[in-house]
T-cell receptor, first 113, second 117 residues
Framework: NAGVTQTPKFQVLKTGQSMTLQCAQDMNHNSMYWYRQDPGMGLRLIYYSASEGTTDKGEVPNGYNVSRLNKREFSLRLESAAPSQTSVYFC????????????FGDGTRLSIL | AQKITQTQPGMFVQEKEAVTLDCTYDTSDPSYGLFWYKQPSSGEMIFLIYQGSYDQQNATEGRYSLNFQKARKSANLVISASQLGDSAMYFCAMREARGNQGGKLIFGQGTELSVKP
């Protein structure tokens, strides 16, 4: 079972370059999320999509854009990468029912030089 | 103010002993859910256990149980009979119901557990 698939797993960018992180889930989940994880700070929500066709800002949206391409796919774009965006990025999905956990992808480790 | 607080940055436990990881939360919403995730050194996030605010009994899943004290706003994870494979980062998270159609989670900062042989 694939679950939530993120690509790429690793990426190194130069400051100012653009990049799109891809996420796809095969569980027919309604809601999808993008988080970043920095040392000592847990996971912080960047953007989320409660259902196909909707997106909303999370706690730390600056410098990012998202697209909910269809029910399966939710991409995260860095238009002009900055060193402060060096982080591990996680995509997650959930059916939307309140007691169901979010299922996470394996993460993308992004370094910006 | 922090909505989820994990006060133990790191903990050690002897193999086969039980360990409690602390989590306190802050919400005025009467309807909420609490989740615990495990993140081993390989990096993936693994769901462990869930407790709903209206659940009458403490949640249990195998060696994991949740010590839910609603009045104290605490949801501590108890791992019984620790194993070497339990060494990992553990995150507590909360989902509030009010105004949260998107099902967003708020995470604590995590506790790093090391199991000693």
């Amino acid at each position: 079972n694939a679950g939530v698939t993120q690509t790429p797993k690793f990426q190194v960018l130069k400051t100012g370059q653009s990049m799109t992180l891809q996420c796809a889930q095969d569980m027919n989940h309604n809601s999808m999320y993008w988080y970043r994880q920095d040392p000592g700070m847990g996971l912080r929500l960047i953007y989320y999509s409660a259902s196909e066709g909707t997106t909303d800002k999370g706690e730390v949206p600056n410098g990012y854009n998202v697209s909910r391409l269809n029910k399966r796919e939710f991409s995260l774009r860095l238009e002009s990468a900055a060193p402060s965006q060096t982080s591990v990025y996680f995509c997650a999905s959930t059916p939307g029912v309140s007691n169901q956990p979010q299922h996470f992808g394996d993460g993308t480790r992004l370094s910006i030089l | 103010a922090q909505k989820i607080t994990q006060t133990q940055p790191g903990m050690f436990v002897q193999e086969k002993e039980a360990v409690t990881l602390d989590c306190t939360y802050d919400t005025s919403d009467p309807s909420y859910g609490l989740f615990w995730y495990k993140q081993p050194s390989s990096g993936e996030m693994i769901f462990l256990i869930y407790q709903g605010s209206y659940d009458q009994q403490n949640a249990t899943e195998g060696r994991y149980s949740l010590n839910f004290q609603k009045a104290r706003k605490s949801a501590n994870l108890v791992i019984s009979a620790s194993q070497l494979g339990d060494s990992a980062m553990y995150f507590c998270a909360m989902r509030e119901a009010r105004g949260n159609q998107g099902g967003k989670l708020i995470f604590g900062q995590g506790t790093e557990l090391s199991v000693k042989p």
